[in-house]
């Protein structure tokens, strides 16, 4: 059974940089949080925790207050998968924005990587609001190193009846997406563009766009530019996200105007 609780000691923050750093190896120059700044946010209100395994730490988060009564979620890690560190994390999280008045949670993440949206959008409920190309400009980590850091700001609506419904243990109600045209579809592993008049349309992603950096630079890439494209353009043009259908597509609904 994971534990979380909230850190405030020195050598607490030590062991969350450590597990960092092992799941995403930092760039010397590049280290999104230090253990200075743990012990500032912890100190000023912020929210630094961590889950155990027992003693063993096993997955962190660290945010900050942003405005719109809000707690932006900066970055979180998960030394396992498939163990539920991370829903315990995120469970923790609202129920500690919400013991403080606070309505949502925000986060960025890499809009290719499918089980991250298939875990924001599907198990928690947060939604995409924002495409934001090469947010975090180059960066240099072991995951990230070679390829651009577009993100998306996914907004989670701490009380939304069907963020309620999840947190609950109830079960998610996917998006119709009868009559929804393919915008972006994966073909041989390549992402091909086709024409979408429909008022909702389909998004594809890589089956594993971490596995594909390594072994294909070149389809990375175009799938960065299609995505970019194409989720980015709906959202741009009002869409909106209301899913992620069959583990592979963001479903979108366009705006249409009237």
Do not use: C
């Not at 994971?2 to 850190?7: D, F, K, M, P, S």
């Not at 995120?90 to 990587?113: F, N």
């Not at 390829?147 to 009846?161: G, K, N, Q, T």
């Not at 073909?187 to 909702?200: C, K, L, M, S």
């Amino acid at each position: 059974m994971v534990a979380v609780r909230e850190l405030h000691a020195l050598a607490d923050f030590e062991r969350v940089y450590a597990l960092f750093e092992d799941i995403w190896g930092f760039h010397p120059e590049e280290q999104p949080v230090n253990v200075p700044m743990m012990r500032a946010l912890a100190h000023s209100g912020g929210y630094v925790a961590g889950a155990f395994d027992g003693d063993l730490l096993v997955g962190a988060s660290v945010g900050f207050l942003a405005a719109g009564a809000a707690l932006h979620s900066h970055i979180t890690g998960s030394a396992t998968s498939g163990r539920g560190v991370g829903l315990a994390l995120k469970r923790h999280q609202r129920a500690w924005a919400l013991e403080r008045g606070l309505e949502r949670i925000t986060w960025t993440y890499d809009p290719l990587v499918r089980r991250n949206a298939h875990f924001n959008l599907v198990k928690l409920g947060a939604r995409p609001t924002e495409y934001l190309p090469r947010f975090y400009g180059e960066m240099a980590d072991a995951i990230n190193a070679g390829d651009d850091s577009d993100r998306v700001l996914a907004v989670w609506e701490l009380s939304a009846p069907h963020v309620e419904t999840l947190a609950l243990g109830g079960h998610p109600v996917p998006p119709p997406v009868e009559g929804a045209a393919v915008a972006l579809a994966a073909e041989g592993g390549h992402p091909v563009a086709r024409p979408a008049g429909t008022a909702t349309v389909l998004v594809a992603v890589p089956e594993d766009v971490e596995a594909l950096r390594r072994a294909d630079p070149g389809a990375t890439k175009a799938w960065r530019v299609a995505v970019r494209e194409t989720l980015g353009g709906l959202l741009e043009a009002g869409g909106r996200v209301t899913g992620f259908h069959d583990k592979a597509y963001y479903v979108v609904e366009r705006f249409q105007e009237r």
